[in-house]
């Protein structure tokens, strides 16, 4: 193989972090990374050969995130072997991986392998804290080393292929159920469930900035456009001050919810 393409979508750092771990096991290759994070990265064209490796990783909320159709858009393959990866965060990744199978194949790739990581919540870092953990990391590792061995070895097929990942909240599974029915439409929060505000613990660092997918933060004002803003928390992650603070009584209600019935521990689904 000629080269390995490291590509994620990665708001709050946690989806970069499994993509790395699962590409450190294809030694031996270049490896060129893109971050799909920037509107300016996405308005780019990517294009692979058969004889390039994709390793691929996003979010999910029950589907992949909000702007999978404008990262998939920007990707062109030619029989490319892809390794697809999704974090969520312990609850559920609803139709998710068959998602990102379906928009693999559309563009030309070759999905050899499939799987699905647990990492802490991104609207509540108390929900799936510390993850992925030491555990999470071998089995990781381990994902990666055999999609390493199966692609090497010629094989660019899944055996075993995706399932919807059903979940223990009642709100979640509607969720899914909806958005099983009606895979081609998109989905976004409402402007409600998007309310922040910037506290006086802000330096204007510009961290939240840079690292906002859909250019919605006005550093110098401290405000949002909530119209813009896609709900992936990447800036009250990121944030060095803890600055920047979710308002929604919605949101604070729905992980409530969500909190109460995700307290079983979930391990990665892999499909190979």
């Known amino acids: 193989m000629k080269r390995l393409h490291v590509i994620y979508f990665s708001p709050s750092g946690s989806t970069e972090k499994v993509v790395k771990a699962v590409a450190s096991e294809f030694p031996g290759m270049p490896v060129e990374t893109i971050n799909l994070l920037t509107s300016a990265s996405r308005k780019k064209s990517y294009t692979f050969g058969h004889d390039d490796i994709v390793i691929f990783g996003m979010m999910t909320a029950g589907k992949l995130f909000t702007l999978s159709d404008e990262i998939f858009a920007c990707l062109h393959a030619d029989g490319t ?3 697809g990866i999704i974090t969520f965060g312990n609850g559920y990744y609803g139709i998710a991986l068959n998602e990102m199978l379906s928009r693999a194949k559309a ?3 070759k999905a050899a392998a499939l799987g699905a990581f647990v990492s802490r919540h991104s609207m509540d870092t108390a929900i799936a804290e510390g993850r992925p953990d030491s555990d999470d990391m071998k089995k990781i590792h ?5 999609a390493c061995a199966k692609i090497l070895g010629g094989d660019y097929e899944l055996h075993t292929l995706p399932v919807t990942n059903w979940s223990s909240w009642d709100m979640g599974n509607k969720v899914i159920a909806y958005r099983e029915e009606h895979p ?5 929060l409402p402007s409600s469930c998007k309310a922040k505000e910037i506290t006086d613990a802000c330096i204007k660092c510009g961290t939240c900035v840079r690292n906002c997918p859909v250019d919605a933060i006005d550093i110098d004002a401290k405000t949002f456009d909530t119209e ?3 709900g992936c928390w990447g800036c009250i992650n990121r944030c060095p001050k803890h600055a920047i603070i979710s308002t929604s009584k919605e949101v ?3 992980m409530r919810s969500f909190g109460e019935a995700s307290t079983k521990r979930l391990e990665p689904e892999i499909f190979i």
């Open 81 to 83: 072997p892809f390794v």
């Open 184 to 188: 081609d439409e998109a989905y976004a």
């Open 107 to 109: 563009q030309g790739f």
């Open 142 to 146: 381990e994902f990666g080393k055999n």
């Open 228 to 230: 813009k803003c896609i």
């Open 252 to 254: 604070a209600e729905i």
